[in-house]
Nanobody, 125 residues
Framework: QVQLVESGGGLVQAGGSLRLSCAAS????????MGWFRQAPGKERDVVAR????????WYADSVKGRFTISRDNAKNTVYLQMNSLKPEDTAIYYC??????????????????WGQGTQVTVSS
């Protein structure tokens, strides 16, 4: 069983930055790809970014390309999401997720097997 715990959310003004962290339990963290998703009120949960098990490959939603950076530290069992140039439309609950099964679409919620509880990010205009 894997447990994921996000942190780092908060309230920030437009144009500001935040760094989210997701700490994972278990000794097999480094074997699996990880993703960040977000869900705004009344909307579906959408992918933000994904990183391969080694950190060598990353994928981003078009809406965050050039502003957000996903990274991981396998020695610390942690994945990060650096968010710069934040916009009010980035306001959402942000979730990290672990893909244990593999083979699914990188952007699909159903491709991920374990989820954190989420952390709120609010960007004021």
């Amino acid at each position: 069983q894997v447990q994921l715990v996000e942190s780092g959310g908060g309230l920030v003004q437009a144009g500001g930055s935040l760094r989210l962290s997701c700490a994972a339990s278990g000794r097999t963290f480094s074997r699996y790809a990880m993703g960040w998703f977000r869900q705004a009120p009344g909307k579906e949960r959408d992918v933000v970014a994904r990183i391969s098990w080694s950190g060598g490959n990353t994928w981003y939603a078009d809406s965050v390309k050039g502003r957000f950076t996903i990274s991981r530290d396998n020695a610390k069992n942690t994945v990060y999401l650096q968010m710069n140039s934040l916009k009010p439309e980035d306001t959402a609950i942000y979730y990290c997720a672990l893909d244990k099964t593999g083979g699914g679409m990188w952007y699909a919620v159903r491709s991920y097997d374990y989820w954190g509880q989420g952390t709120q990010v609010t960007v004021s205009s």
